[in-house]
C-alpha cells in the first residue's frame, strides 16, 4: 500500500466533524430503518423466533467475515471503503423500496436487507474507528468517545418515538426512502476531506505482497500476544450472548407482557437513549478514571443493574421497565467509551482495522447461541427472563474483572507490549521463525 503524507492535526475538528457530521445524519436514517423494519415483523408474524432470527442473520457478517474485513481495511484506503459501504448500503434499501411497493414483502426479504446492511456496517465501523485514532489528538480520544456515546443517545431518544409516527403515518417504503437520503449526506463529506492511512511497520514495508490471510493471522497473533485484550474479548462475548436476546426481542416484551404498541416501544428504547445521552455527557466532561478499564468495568456492573430492573418489573408498572432501561443507556457509554479510547490509544495504528473487527467477532460469537435459545424459550417462558439473567451476569463479569490483573493493567506498559506482540505476529504472519 502506498503510504501518504504525515497527517498533522491541524485544524483537525473541521475535517473530523464534517466526516463526523455526515454520519450523524445517516445513524439516524438507519436508525429509523431498523425500527420500521422491526415493527413490520412484529405485526406481521408476532414471533420471538421471528425477531430472533432476524437478528442472527444481521449478525452473521461481522462474525464469519469480521477478521477478513479488519485485514482489508488496514490495506485499503478507508475513506474509499467507507463511500463503497454507505452507497452499497444505500442501493440494497432502494430494492427493498421496490418490493415494498409491488405489495410482495415476506420476512425473508427482510433478512435479506439487514445482512447486506450488516456486511456494510462491518466494513465502515472499523474503517471509522480506525481513522479516528489518526484524525483526533489522542488526548482528546475518550471525549470524543463520550460523544459518539452521546450521539448514540440521542438516536435512541429520537429515532423510536420518530420512527413509531412515521410507521403510523406513512408507508414503509416512505421510511426507507429517508434511509437513502441520509446516507447521501453521509457520503458527500468523504468525497472532499482526507482521511490519512497509518504508516506501515518496516517488516511490512520490507516484505511488500502478503496475503489478506497472512494480515488476518497478524491481527490474531497481535491479539494471543496481549492476554488482557484476549480476555475483554471473552467478556464481550458472554455479555453479549447474554444480552442480545433482550434488545432482538424488546417488541414481545412491549406488545405482550406490557400490552403496549409501537408508541410504548418508542418510549422504552428512548428511555434507553435519554440514559445514553447522560452517560455520555458524563464521560465527555468527567473523562473517567485516570485507568480507564476501571471505567469500563463500572459501567458494564451499571448495565446490569438496569437489565434486572427491568426484568423484575412488573406487567403493571411500564414506568418502573422505563426506569431500567435509562439506567442501562446511562451505563452504556460509560462501558464502551473508555474501552474505545483504550484501543484507539495502545493498539499500533496499522493494526487497528484487524484488531477491532477480531474483538468485535469474538463479541458477536456467542450472540447467535443466545438467540437461537431465547427465540423458542421466550415464546414458552415470557421474555423478561433474559433481562433478569443477562443482568446477573454483568454484574458477575464486572465486579469478577476486577481481580484480573491481565484486565485491570490493560493498559500498562502498553508500548511495551504491542511492540512485542507486533513484531511477533507479523514475523509469525510472514513465515518468518521468531
Avoid at 442501493?91 to 446492511?117: D, E, F, K, N, S
Avoid at 484488531?355 to 458477536?364: E, G, P, R
Avoid at 512485542?420 to 507479523?426: E, F, T
Wanted: aromatic fraction near 8%; glycine fraction near 12%.
Amino acid at each position: 500500500m502506498t503510504q501518504t503524507e504525515p497527517f498533522t492535526f491541524e485544524n483537525w475538528k473541521i475535517k473530523f466533524f464534517s466526516i463526523w457530521g455526515g454520519q450523524a445524519f445517516s445513524l439516524l436514517g438507519s436508525s429509523l430503518v431498523q425500527f420500521a423494519l422491526v415493527w413490520w415483523l412484529t405485526q406481521e408474524t408476532g414471533s420471538a423466533t421471528v425477531l430472533a432470527t432476524a437478528t442472527i442473520v444481521a449478525m452473521l457478517p461481522g462474525i464469519v467475515a469480521g477478521p477478513f474485513v479488519g485485514a482489508l481495511v488496514d490495506r485499503w484506503n478507508r475513506r474509499v471503503l467507507m463511500i463503497v459501504s454507505d452507497a452499497s448500503i444505500a442501493v440494497a434499501t432502494l430494492a427493498l423500496i421496490y418490493i415494498y411497493w409491488i405489495g410482495v414483502m415476506q420476512p425473508w426479504h427482510i433478512y435479506g436487507i439487514m445482512l447486506i446492511r450488516s456486511l456494510g456496517g462491518t466494513f465502515h465501523w472499523p474503517a471509522m474507528q480506525a481513522s479516528t485514532s489518526l484524525m483526533v489528538p489522542k488526548e482528546h480520544l475518550s471525549r470524543v468517545a463520550g460523544l459518539n456515546q452521546t450521539l448514540q443517545g440521542l438516536m435512541s431518544i429520537a429515532a423510536p418515538p420518530l420512527g413509531a409516527l412515521l410507521v403510523m403515518a406513512i408507508p414503509l417504503h416512505g421510511v426507507l426512502a429517508i434511509d437513502v437520503f441520509t446516507m447521501l449526506l453521509a457520503v458527500l463529506p468523504l468525497v472532499f476531506v482526507a482521511i490519512p492511512q497509518p504508516q506501515r511497520t518496516t517488516m511490512r514495508e520490507a516484505q511488500a505482497g502478503t496475503s489478506v490471510w497472512q494480515d488476518m493471522l497478524a491481527g490474531f497473533r497481535y491479539m494471543w500476544n496481549w492476554p488482557g485484550l484476549m480476555l475483554v474479548g471473552g467478556m464481550a462475548a458472554l455479555i453479549n450472548m447474554l444480552l442480545s436476546p433482550t434488545s432482538a426481542l424488546m417488541p414481545i416484551l412491549v406488545t405482550q407482557y406490557f400490552k403496549g404498541g409501537a408508541l410504548e416501544l418508542g418510549w422504552i428504547e428512548s428511555a434507553f437513549g435519554v440514559g445514553m445521552v447522560a452517560g455520555g455527557i458524563l464521560l465527555s466532561i468527567w473523562g473517567g478514571f485516570k485507568r480507564r478499564i476501571l471505567t469500563s468495568l463500572l459501567g458494564i456492573a451499571g448495565i446490569g443493574v438496569g437489565c434486572i430492573v427491568a426484568g423484575l418489573s412488573p406487567a403493571n408498572a411500564f414506568w418502573l421497565a422505563l426506569s431500567g432501561m435509562a439506567i442501562s443507556g446511562a451505563m452504556n457509554p460509560i462501558a464502551n467509551g473508555p474501552l474505545f479510547a483504550v484501543l484507539q490509544d495502545v493498539v499500533a495504528p496499522d493494526m487497528q482495522g484487524r484488531v477491532f473487527t477480531a474483538l468485535n467477532s469474538l463479541a458477536m460469537l456467542m450472540s447467535p447461541l443466545g438467540l437461537a435459545l431465547a427465540g423458542p424459550l421466550a415464546d414458552v417462558l415470557g421474555v423478561q427472563v433474559w433481562f433478569i439473567v443477562g443482568g446477573v451476569s454483568c454484574l458477575v463479569l464486572g465486579a469478577g474483572a476486577l481481580l484480573v490483573p491481565a484486565i485491570v493493567h490493560l493498559e500498562d506498559n502498553h508500548h511495551a507490549q504491542t511492540a512485542v506482540a507486533g513484531k511477533q505476529a507479523l514475523a509469525k504472519a510472514d513465515g518468518v521463525v521468531g
